[in-house]
């Protein structure tokens, strides 16, 4: 009988698999932070604060009343959040104002935000965030009230201590915004391009005309200073004959002119000739005054014009719906002949007119 011999018993275990130990013990950054990010969403109170601060930037005084729980208590939960990158915070000064704003990680996916969706609808329907939105709605109210309190106090002084701008540019600028971008306006009588200024990056295109080359040529040296999307074109003629088509323009400006003029029938028919129908005219006068070296030295003929008399020539011309406007600003020039002279500014009206639509 022949023995069998005895195999040796099979090993049944199957070898392990090797392992990228770097990539098992040493994991990525973004998945440390979306480990971290769990567990910091892991606790009820963070979970109740983040709820109040994805709808609503709080301080730290207002955020732990909302919750009612002490500065000390809370004030460990935001650090584990701020660790987390969960929070975005602003200073001013003693005061920290908090909302939730997660970070945003590789090929801007928002985890956090993933997973904080995940949790809302739960924490919608909790207890614990009705009471906290209470709570906050009277937090909030409280806000409301200090803060229309503080300017009912300061109103009495706002106008000093609160309104004072460097050029006031920036209100007419708010003003200005609302004209339409592809107007063209024509400024009679530009002289150095003040009020042409006013309108770049605002309209078109500008058309500049005086009659005297020196003053056109100031002009383009301040407007040409002051690149833009606004095209400036610098006319040399006469207010009486302006070279300009008829309708060619959508607005005319004609600033602080007229009382240089000897008549001004003439120039207004003009004013109306060159504005397409529906377009608006306005004309910026001295008021009477009785400064008479501005005779001399400024070349004034009339000592300001009477506005009812400029009115119904400016009828004349053709312009309706022409209203007066008394402005709350006034001429300063300087009088060279006498520096010293505690010269008074001359008030400044505006007359505005539309050219009638074709029938």
Not at 89 to 104: C, D, H, M, N, Q
Not at 210 to 216: A, P
Not at 299 to 323: I, Y
Request: proline share 5%; glycine share 8%.
């Amino acid at each position: 009988m022949r023995f069998l011999q005895k195999k040796p018993a099979r090993n049944l275990a199957r070898a392990p698999i090797s392992a990228d130990h770097d990539g098992v013990f040493n994991a990525s950054s973004n998945t440390v932070a979306l480990a971290g990010q769990i567990k910091a969403l892991a606790d009820p109170i963070r979970l109740r604060a983040l709820a109040l601060l994805a709808g609503h930037e709080l301080s730290v005084g207002e955020l732990c009343r909302a919750l009612g729980l002490a500065q000390s208590r809370v004030s460990n939960h935001l650090r584990v959040l701020r660790e987390h990158q969960l929070l975005h915070e602003r200073k001013v000064g003693t005061s920290t104002f908090l909302r939730y704003a997660p970070p945003v990680q590789a090929g801007d996916e928002r985890v956090a935000d993933r997973l904080w969706n995940a949790f809302l609808p739960e924490l919608e329907g909790l207890r614990e965030h009705a009471d906290d939105l209470a709570r906050l709605r009277v937090v909030l109210d409280e806000r409301r009230r200090d803060t229309t309190n503080f300017f009912d106090d300061l109103a009495g002084d706002w106008n000093t201590i609160g309104i004072d701008f460097e050029t006031g540019q920036a209100r007419q600028r708010i003003a200005a915004s609302f004209l339409p971008p592809q107007l063209v306006i024509a400024d009679l009588g530009c002289g150095t391009g003040y009020v042409a200024q006013a309108f770049l990056d605002l309209v078109q295109r500008v058309i500049c005309v005086d009659s005297s080359g020196g003053m056109l040529e100031e002009a383009r040296k301040r407007l040409d200073a002051t690149p833009g999307s606004t095209t400036v074109e610098y006319r040399k003629g006469e207010l009486d004959a302006l070279p300009i088509a008829t309708g060619e323009v959508d607005g005319a400006v004609c600033a602080m002119v007229l009382h240089h003029l000897e008549n001004s029938t003439a120039p207004l028919a003009e004013m109306f000739r060159i504005c397409r129908p529906g377009g608006t005219a306005v004309l910026m006068e001295l008021a009477p005054h009785k400064q008479a070296w501005m005779h001399d030295s400024l070349g004034d003929r009339f000592l300001g014009l009477d506005s009812d008399d400029v009115a119904e020539r400016f009828r004349a011309a053709g312009f309706v719906d022409v209203q007066l406007e008394i402005l709350s600003d006034s001429y300063q020039p300087k009088n060279e002949q006498a520096p010293q002279a505690d010269t008074q500014g001359v008030p400044l009206y505006l007359l505005r007119g539309r050219v009638p639509l074709a029938s």
